[in-house]
């Protein structure tokens, strides 16, 4: 069993940078593809970007090229670096971790952060 706990969101005006964290524990962070997810209101949760155990990373289209997916195994944590940001951007920003080396479905969830971005 893998706990998840994020952090780095806030408020950033349109056009800003933020970097969410989000650090992993009690397994081998290796074994685990890793996922951020965002949430808005009323809005279905989606995924926005994954890296699989090997770092090869996939984006959801609306945000390629502005956010980067990356993970530390040194550190056991993934990283989501966000330019660019614009209002839509706004939404709860999950991190997630399924047990394979492909991310296909969330076997754990982090708490959550909240990004805010004002236009």
């Known amino acids: 069993q893998v706990q998840l706990v994020e952090s780095g969101g806030g408020l950033v005006q349109s056009g800003g940078s933020l970097r969410l964290s989000c650090a992993a524990s009690g397994e081998d962070f290796t074994i685990y593809a890793m996922a951020w997810y965002r949430q808005a209101p009323g809005k279905q949760r989606e995924l926005v970007a994954k890296?699989?155990?090997?770092?090869?990373?996939n984006y959801l289209n609306s945000v390629k090229g502005r956010f980067t997916i990356s993970r530390d195994n040194a550190k056991s944590t993934v990283n989501l670096r966000m330019n660019r940001l614009k209002p839509e951007d706004t939404a709860v920003y999950y991190c997630a971790a399924a047990r394979a080396p492909l991310f296909f479905s969330a076997d754990y969830w982090g708490q959550g952060t909240q990004v805010t971005v004002s236009s």
């Open positions: 890296v699989t155990t090997g770092a090869v990373t």
